[in-house]
Nanobody, 112 residues
């Protein structure tokens, strides 16, 4: 299984980014999936989950949207109104996460 996150970069505060996660060896539609992030010196945390009614951590509600394209076996995270607290490496995985599925992640850096 490979989950390849991409789309990160350097963005100014208030800007937007769209992250993608291309999956191979696994059908994302068969699982609850989620985006996670890890900021320097902090533990990895769930940002947004897609399954059932969906879930978002409070700090990103109204700003981030998780979605999935089953035909492309790809999931996305649309992020807007970014702020410095969103700076982190973003990862995709199933929910709950499988430790063997963590990929390299994609770095998001928000400059203030």
């Amino acid at each position: 299984v490979q989950l390849q996150a991409s789309g990160g970069g350097l963005v100014q505060a208030g800007g937007s980014l769209r992250l993608s996660c291309a999956a191979s060896g696994i059908l994302l539609r068969m699982y609850y999936v989620a985006w996670y992030r890890q900021a320097p010196g902090k533990e990895r945390e769930l940002v947004a989950g897609l399954g059932g009614s969906g879930k978002y951590r409070d700090s990103v509600k109204g700003r981030f949207t998780i979605s999935r394209d089953n035909a492309k076996n790809t999931m996305y995270l649309q992020m807007s109104s970014l702020n410095a607290d969103d700076t982190a490496v973003y990862y995709c995985n199933i929910d709950p996460p499988n430790p063997s599925y963590w990929g390299q992640g994609t770095q998001v850096t928000v400059s203030s």
